[in-house]
């Protein structure tokens, strides 16, 4: 499913978090302009992350204890990562992570991966309702 067949479906949140100001506004706004009208995007204080359907985190905000308890409140995390080890991507994956993806500008890798996560969560929301 593409973020064009996304569009007829409910809105969902989607919190961006990094340490850095600069880095979580580039993220929000390159996710809010290529996934408009799909996700609301945004840059919520820590406690928000709690509340997001899709928490895209920059490993340095985000280490793997953190990723698994944001996991267990049904988030689905996507770790970026500036210089990605696969040491690194087996601790996320196990600690739940929906992906572990090299930090890139303008990731045509991290919009796919964001919509099928959108499209995992609406296949569960459809089994379970």
Known sequence: MTSGSLQGMAR???HVQA???FLKQALVM???SALAGVVDVGGFPTA???LADIVVAVSSSCPPDACRELTRLGSSVIVLAAIPTAMDESRYLAAGAAAYLPMEA????L???VTRALDARAARSASSG
């Open 12 to 14: 969902h949140r989607l």
């Open 19 to 21: 340490n850095s100001g």
């Open 30 to 32: 390159f996710l809010a």
């Open 48 to 50: 928000g992350a709690e």
């Open 106 to 109: 303008n990731s045509r890798a």
């Open 111 to 113: 919009l796919d991966t």
